[in-house]
Nanobody
């Protein structure tokens, strides 16, 4: 099994920065992809950043150039650095992982289809 626990959410003003972390614990499962997703009230879940086992990354257009996904395999932790935050970035942010071999783009396009999910952390950006 895989357990994911997010932290680092909070409230920030427009233009500010936040850093999210996702602690990963697993038994014998091999994780090939990890990513960050978000869901605002009344909206569908959106894939925003994916990183694969080789360190290749993919971002949604909405966050490209502002957000950075990274992973520290030694610490079993996934990160999301968010800069130049906007009110439209306000959402619940989820960490997710998957043990299937697909592609970064596939997981961005199918944001509800990953096998393992954290419970989320709230990010609120005020204007």
């Amino acid at each position: 099994q895989v357990q994911l626990v997010e932290s680092g959410g909070g409230s920030v003003q427009t233009g500010g920065s936040l850093s999210l972390s996702c602690a990963v614990s697993r038994d014998t499962v091999t994780i090939y992809y990890m990513g960050w997703f978000r869901q605002a009230p009344g909206k569908e879940r959106e894939g925003i950043a994916i990183i694969n086992f080789a360190g290749s990354t993919k971002y949604a257009d909405s966050v490209q150039g502002r957000f950075t996904i990274s992973q520290d395999n030694a610490k079993n932790t996934l990160y999301l650095q968010m800069n130049s935050l906007k009110p439209e970035d306000t959402a619940m942010y989820y960490c997710a992982a998957d043990d299937r071999l697909k592609s970064n783009q596939w997981f961005l396009d199918h944001p509800t289809n990953l096998n393992y999910w954290g419970r989320g952390t709230q990010v609120t950006v005020s204007s």
